[in-house]
């Protein structure tokens, strides 16, 4: 049988054509979809994916029909579902609801047994898109089973999982599972801090998602799911030579804990606003002496400064004091002082700019902070013979 699409010239058609014949196909494939899904849970009452070598029904349509295992398990879920459903079948068949709905209705009878009742939710489902005919289910199904329901999510919290693992070149990769109020709470903290930082930031979303969880992990919270005064920079352990402090040629880099060595242009970031301790060896590598921990912008003066600034002064961020870092327009290593005509408040992803990313940071005569961009160098210029 040829099921191949029709060569029509889709550009030719109007508006209302397209639509039309975009209705029909989605209900078409609704009624095939109600088919598949009696085939499907006939063929899960046979053993012929026992026979073939697979461990379960799901496990053999996902393979040779070539789609998800959660397809394949909503296919046999509807199936199974459906001399419960007959009022649903028809309100799909007439193309008054799609296959979706049916799919949402049939997990809630499996849910909630003897419980479940058609005719209270198939308005619901007339009514409402899938997505929120599926939160409509939720309630309905809490009001059913509460201790079903609560049940469940204690088992979703109990699956809570976060894979870390590291690559060679000391990328840290996670994945993970978190159950509905694990999620919210990671959400509402990422979802602040990754918005876009202005009309420069070009970023992704997932890439803002990074930063904001690279940035929420820098700080620690006193209370509640936002940034709050008070909070305290998280303590990272840096190991440097001076030399790699000072940047010069040649120097080693940096050994942090729990990664691989950094940069010294990192060092010197996390340098700007950090506590300090001097621990000099000697030559057999005895510690001879340690120094006290200095922070070195600590007091009236981190006072002065976000009284200040008061905000990243990076134009258009609007990130709070208490979320960002000191940051030396001359930095200490070279001489700079905590001065504060020396000193800006900057966010994590601006201070990283400033330092790794190559923007400069200047104050002009009126006290406003103009950023430049890092310089395009074309390469060396080749010059022809004489």
Same mark, same amino acid.
């Given at each position: 049988?040829?099921?191949?699409?029709?060569?029509?010239?889709?550009?030719?058609?109007?508006?209302s054509e397209i639509a039309e014949e975009l209705r029909r196909e989605y209900h078409a494939r609704d009624l095939r979809d109600l088919?598949?899904?009696?085939?499907?849970?006939?063929?899960?009452?046979?053993?012929?994916?026992?026979?073939?070598?697979?461990?379960?029904?799901?496990?053999?349509?996902?393979?040779?029909?070539?789609?998800?295992?959660?397809?394949?398990?909503?296919?046999?879920?509807?199936?199974?579902?459906?001399?419960?459903?007959?009022?649903?079948?028809?309100?799909?068949?007439?193309?008054?609801?799609?296959?979706?709905?049916?799919?949402?209705?049939?997990?809630?009878?499996?849910?909630?047994?003897?419980?479940?009742?058609?005719?209270?939710?198939?308005?619901?489902?007339?009514?409402?898109?899938?997505?929120?005919?599926?939160?409509?289910?939720?309630?309905?199904?809490?009001?059913?089973?509460?201790?079903?329901?609560?049940?469940?999510?204690?088992?979703?919290?109990?699956?809570?999982?976060?894979?870390?693992?590291?690559?060679?070149?000391?990328?840290?990769?996670?994945?993970?599972?978190?159950?509905?109020?694990?999620?919210?709470?990671?959400?509402?903290?990422?979802?602040?801090?990754?918005?876009k930082s202005g009309a420069h930031d070009d970023r992704d979303l997932e890439h803002r998602m990074g930063d904001a969880a690279v940035?929420?992990?820098?700080?620690?919270?006193?209370?509640?799911?936002?940034?709050?005064? $008070? /909070?305290?920079?998280?303590?990272?352990? =840096?190991?440097?030579?001076?030399? %790699?402090? @000072? *940047?010069?040629?040649?120097? !080693?880099?940096?050994?942090?804990?729990?990664?691989?060595?950094?940069?010294?242009?990192?060092?010197?970031?996390?340098?700007?606003?950090?506590?300090?301790?001097?621990?000099?060896? $000697? /030559?057999?590598?005895?510690?001879?002496? =340690?120094?006290?921990?200095?922070? %070195?912008? @600590? *007091?009236?003066?981190?006072? !002065?400064?976000?009284?200040?600034?008061?905000?990243?002064?990076?134009?258009?961020?609007?990130?709070?004091?208490?979320?960002?870092?000191?940051?030396?327009?001359?930095?200490?290593?070279?001489?700079?002082?905590?001065?504060?005509?020396?000193?800006?408040?900057?966010? %994590?992803?601006?201070?990283?700019?400033?330092?790794e990313g190559g923007w400069q940071l200047v104050r002009g005569e009126d006290g406003r902070f103009l950023t430049i961009p890092p310089?395009?160098?074309?390469?060396?210029?080749?010059?022809?013979?004489?």
């Amino acid at each position: 049988m040829d099921t191949a699409p029709p060569t029509v010239d889709l550009k030719q058609l109007y508006d209302s054509e397209i639509a039309e014949e975009l209705r029909r196909e989605y209900h078409a494939r609704d009624l095939r979809d109600l088919y598949i899904a009696q085939l499907a849970a006939e063929f899960a009452t046979r053993e012929k994916y026992d026979d073939d070598g697979f461990i379960s029904p799901i496990d053999w349509i996902r393979f040779n029909c070539h789609v998800t295992s959660g397809a394949a398990a909503n296919s046999i879920a509807v199936g199974e579902a459906m001399h419960r459903m007959p009022e649903t079948s028809r309100a799909v068949a007439e193309g008054e609801i799609g296959f979706a709905h049916m799919t949402v209705m049939a997990r809630i009878a499996e849910a909630i047994g003897d419980r479940f009742d058609e005719k209270v939710l198939i308005e619901k489902a007339r009514a409402n898109s899938p997505g929120k005919f599926h939160y409509i289910c939720t309630h309905y199904r809490h009001a059913a089973d509460p201790t079903g329901y609560a049940e469940e999510q204690a088992e979703l919290v109990e699956n809570r999982r976060l894979k870390v693992s590291t690559w060679m070149d000391g990328t840290v990769l996670l994945s993970g599972q978190f159950d509905p109020e694990g999620g919210a709470v990671l959400l509402t903290a990422l979802k602040p801090l990754a918005r876009k930082s202005g009309a420069h930031d070009d970023r992704d979303l997932e890439h803002r998602m990074g930063d904001a969880a690279v940035e929420l992990a820098m700080h620690s919270l006193d209370a509640g799911l936002i940034p709050q005064r $008070g /909070s305290q920079r998280t303590h990272l352990m =840096v190991t440097a030579t001076l030399e %790699t402090l @000072q *940047g010069l040629p040649g120097a !080693a880099a940096a050994d942090m804990e729990l990664s691989l060595p950094i940069s010294s242009k990192t060092v010197e970031r996390l340098a700007c606003d950090a506590s300090i301790t001097r621990i000099i060896l $000697g /030559s057999d590598s005895m510690v001879i002496d =340690v120094g006290r921990a200095k922070r %070195t912008i @600590q *007091g009236p003066a981190r006072k !002065a400064l976000n009284v200040r600034d008061e905000h990243c002064i990076w134009t258009g961020c609007e990130r709070p004091a208490s979320w960002c870092s000191g940051h030396h327009l001359v930095h200490w290593l070279h001489g700079g002082t905590n001065e504060a005509p020396n000193l800006a408040l900057l966010c %994590t992803r601006h201070h990283w700019m400033v330092h790794e990313g190559g923007w400069q940071l200047v104050r002009g005569e009126d006290g406003r902070f103009l950023t430049i961009p890092p310089t395009i160098s074309f390469g060396p210029a080749v010059r022809g013979p004489d």
